[in-house]
Structure formats: structure tokens, C-alpha cells
């Protein structure tokens, strides 16, 4: 090593290169005789000159030395940083974020998710700490994704290397012991300068996600924090599944697509655009699964809010409306809940300050459903704030028989069943949850349920409610 590089280096540590530095100068350098060539003669030359004695001289020969293996250390790890900047590219993805999902969605679809032996099964697709409870209940089987297991994983995209490390919480326990964050991340690598690789990974992935969401409704929940989380998306739910008069179904559905199409209307006349249903009526009678598939119907995503929920205040009620898209369904459960412990006075302002606040948004459509019209305030359901009110009621004869047909899709047509089933239910007496309930016991024998359906109501009045015979299930 010639002196000159030693010194103009930038390969020493920080402390080496002051050390030589501060102590010698290029000028008082260039004045040694060139003979030192090993680094022990160049640092007696340097002793010498300095005027240290010939004791100091091993010390100051050893800490050069040290300074220089620490030195190439310092300089070892960064050069690999330098390298691997140069030659690899990552993108790092945090399941705090949205797209966080999207890779999720879009591995658990590659090839390899689906060969590598290291693998996590997954019902939600979702960020992690996003799943209320509750989530995937209301179908009948849930879904499964597998997913690579937490590690590294090598893998072929496009033709090209690509290596994924999935690092889980638990796996660093740092992150761990800190309970309020639930934090997982995604790392994707591929060898090269470009990032078109994985930026076109992402892209792919967002669309994926997106498409699939463009054939399902989402559902997102307030937090107890005040914010929407988005918590699930289904597959949005045909009208044809809902069983209500269907003169119920096309005024609802009319409207509302009407209302989608007015802003200018609303705008010319200086009324604020929005619009407010209330489904009332007995449990049980389809009120939610009304909302759910007219979201679907009209491609709107849902936003819910449940009053019963305590840690609830008022004012992150308001901030939660004014959080909404401005096309969405608002659908506030059970609004009753919110009188339950406050006079009617005190909770109705809560809620009109929230639904009526300058920042709602516009373009909203707000659905409340209730058990308990009669629990309500009036103003909070007057025209302006409540546009049109519907009632949900027990089963009547035709929608027992309906229920029945769509409940049974290979009955041939002209089978007397449902209409001898429906013969045999009492008018608006039982839900029409309740009827499904039953009817889930027969899954696959339609001449069964009918014969046991004078049993089930029988027990059912002698408050026997739960035997519900479910030989087949
Ligand atoms: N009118 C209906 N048509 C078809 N299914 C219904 C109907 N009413 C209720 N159900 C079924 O009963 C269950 C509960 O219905 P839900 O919509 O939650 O009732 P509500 O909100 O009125 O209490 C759901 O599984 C739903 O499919
Ligand atoms: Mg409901």
C-alpha cells in the first residue's frame, strides 16, 4: 500500500483516517523516501518523524493495523450494501398498507404457493389484525388461501429469479413484545438494476385485487378507534335471494339507482345530495341482506357502523360519516341501540349531528335498520333525513313458497312442494330467518323438510324452539 493511499482513502474508519490525518500531511508524506513499502516500516519512518521513540513505535503500529481491519470491515459491509444496491431490487411491503393485500392475494394465486412444502393456510386474504369477530360466518364454508410460510422463498416470475421473504411478528422479538403492533412484512427481490420487474408485480397484484373486489361487495367496519377498517369482501348477494314483495324490491332498487344518476337535480335545487332508507320490521325478515344486495346491485361498497358498540361517541360518529366515500352505502344496525341508554333527546342529536353534519358526504346513500321503529325519535326519521321507509315482516304464504324454490333450484317445475310447504306454514308467524333455519336441516331432501315441517312448527309453539330435526345435515 503506497502512503498516498492510505491517506486519501476513504476506505479507513472515520477515527484511522483523522488518526493519519491530523498527524501527517500529504506534504510531510511526499517528503519520505520511498524505500517504506511494508506498512511496519512506514509507520517507523512516520514514529521517527514524529518523534516518537522506538517504544511507541509497536503500539502505534498496532493500533494502524487495527485500525485498518476495522476498517476493512466497515468498508466490507458497505461494499456489499453498495453491491447488492447495484444489483438487486427489493420492494418491501408492511401489512399496515393496503397493498399489503394485494401481495397476499396475488402469491396465494402463483404456482408455487401452491408446490412449496412451507406453507400457511389462511381464511382471509386480509391484512393481518383486520378480522372482526364474526368475519366469513355468514358463509358456509369459509374460503382457504395458502400462502408461503414465514421464510425465504425462491420462485420464478416471468421467467426471472424472484425471492420473497415473509417475516411474521413472531419471528423477530422485537416486534413482538410490542403488542399493539401486529406488523408482518413482505420483502420481494430480483437481481438487476430495474425495478420494472416488481413494479409490474404490483401492478398485477393491484388488479387482482381489484377485480376481484369489481364482482364483491366490500364491507368495512368502524374501529374502535374511529376509523373504517375494511374488514371482508363477499361476493355481492343477487337481489333474487332477498324474498320480499317484489314491488318492495323494484320501488328500493329504482329509487336508489335514480338517486345515483340526480346529483344535478339535487344540485339545481340546492338540496343536499343524499338519500336515506329505513328498513323496520320483525328480526329476522331480511333487512341486512336487503342492504348487502342492493349495494351489490348498485356496485357500492358498504360502510357500517353499529350503535350497540359502547366506544362509540358521538363525535367519532361524526368523524366516521364525514370519512365515507361519497359513493357508498352508510348503514347504520339496529339504530334503536342508540336510545337504549340515553333519552331519546341526547342520542337523537348525537346521530342528526353526525347523518345532517355540513361534512356529510354527498352522494350518500344511508341505510338504518331497526326491530324497533317505535324506539325511535321522530325527527331522526323524518322526510329529508329518512327518504323512504319499509317494512320487513314475518313470512307470509308466497314468500314461504319462494323461499322454498330458491332454497331447492332442481325441484322440477312444476312440483307441488313448496306450494304444499308453504301451505303448512302459518301466516306471518315465523321469520323468514327462521324458515331458512329450518330448511338448512334439509339441505338435500325438499320431500323431508315438507313432511316434517307440521313436527317443527308444533315444537316451535310449545316454545321447543331449538328442535330443529337435522337428521340430514
Ligand atoms: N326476506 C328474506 N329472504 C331471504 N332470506 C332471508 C330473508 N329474511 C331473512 N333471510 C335470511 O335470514 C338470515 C337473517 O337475515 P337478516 O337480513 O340478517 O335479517 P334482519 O336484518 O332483518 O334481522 C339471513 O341468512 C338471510 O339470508
Ligand atoms: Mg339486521
Keep these: 500500500m503506497s502512503p498516498a493511499t492510505i491517506v486519501n482513502s476513504r476506505l479507513l474508519p472515520p477515527y484511522a483516517s483523522v488518526l493519519l490525518r491530523n498527524q501527517i500531511t500529504a506534504r510531510s508524506l511526499s517528503s519520505l523516501p520511498p524505500e517504506p513499502s511494508t506498512l511496519g516500516g512506514l509507520i517507523t519512518v512516520i514514529a521517527e518523524r514524529l518523534g516518537i521513540g522506538e517504544l511507541a513505535t509497536g503500539g502505534l503500529q498496532l493500533a494502524v493495523i487495527g485500525g485498518a481491519v476495522a476498517g476493512f470491515r466497515y468498508f466490507g459491509g458497505y461494499f456489499f450494501e453498495f453491491l447488492k444496491k447495484k444489483t438487486i431490487v427489493t420492494a418491501d411491503f408492511d401489512s399496515r398498507d393496503e397493498s399489503y393485500s394485494w401481495i397476499l392475494n396475488w402469491l396465494s394465486d402463483q404456482p408455487y404457493s401452491k408446490v412449496t412444502s412451507r406453507f400457511s393456510v389462511s381464511t382471509s386474504i386480509l391484512r393481518v389484525g383486520q378480522r372482526l369477530p364474526g368475519e366469513g360466518l355468514d358463509a358456509i364454508t369459509q374460503p382457504v388461501y395458502f400462502l408461503p410460510s414465514p421464510g425465504l422463498h425462491i420462485f420464478m416470475y416471468k421467467n426471472r429469479l424472484v425471492w420473497l421473504n415473509r417475516q411474521r411478528p413472531g419471528n423477530n422479538p422485537q416486534v413482538a413484545n410490542n403488542s399493539t403492533a401486529i406488523l408482518e412484512r413482505i420483502e420481494i427481490s430480483t437481481f438487476g438494476q430495474s425495478r420494472d420487474l416488481l413494479q409490474s408485480l404490483v401492478f398485477e397484484a393491484q388488479k387482482k385485487y381489484m377485480d376481484r373486489d369489481r364482482s364483491r361487495t366490500v364491507v368495512f367496519a368502524a374501529d374502535q378507534y374511529g376509523a373504517w377498517r375494511r374488514t371482508r369482501s363477499r361476493p355481492k348477494r343477487p337481489l333474487s335471494t332477498v324474498v320480499i314483495p317484489s314491488n318492495v324490491k323494484t320501488t328500493l332498487v329504482d329509487d336508489a339507482h335514480e338517486f345515483l344518476v340526480s346529483e344535478q337535480w339535487y344540485s339545481d335545487r340546492g338540496i343536499p345530495y343524499r338519500r336515506g332508507y329505513l328498513l323496520y320490521g320483525t328480526p329476522g325478515s331480511g333487512k341486512t341482506s336487503f342492504v348487502y344486495s342492493l349495494a351489490g346491485e348498485l356496485g357500492l361498497n358498504i360502510y357500517v357502523v353499529n350503535l350497540s358498540n359502547k366506544s362509540l361517541t358521538d363525535d367519532t360518529l361524526g368523524e ?154
Aim: one cysteine or more; aromatic letters at 6%; glycine letters at 6%.
Design 320 to 473: 366516521l360519516v364525514t370519512d365515507t366515500p361519497s359513493r357508498c352505502i352508510l348503514l347504520i344496525e339496529d339504530v334503536d341501540a342508540a336510545f337504549v341508554q340515553r333519552t331519546k333527546g341526547e342520542a337523537t342529536t348525537g346521530l342528526l349531528n353526525a347523518i345532517d353534519g355540513v361534512a356529510a358526504q354527498e352522494g350518500r346513500i344511508l341505510c338504518m335498520t331497526t326491530n324497533h321503529i317505535e324506539n325511535l325519535d321522530e325527527a331522526l326519521i323524518r322526510p329529508g333525513r329518512i327518504d323512504v321507509r319499509v317494512w320487513f315482516g314475518n313470512a307470509t304464504r308466497s314468500q314461504a313458497e319462494e323461499l322454498f324454490t330458491k332454497f331447492y333450484p332442481n325441484l322440477p317445475q312444476h312440483s307441488p312442494l313448496p306450494h304444499l310447504f308453504a301451505s303448512k306454514i302459518p301466516i306471518e308467524t315465523f321469520s323468514m330467518a327462521h324458515l331458512q333455519g329450518f330448511l338448512m336441516g334439509h339441505k338435500q331432501r325438499p320431500e323431508r323438510a315438507v313432511e316434517l315441517v307440521d313436527t317443527w312448527i308444533e315444537a316451535h309453539n310449545k316454545g321447543n324452539a331449538t328442535e330443529v330435526t337435522t337428521e340430514d345435515l
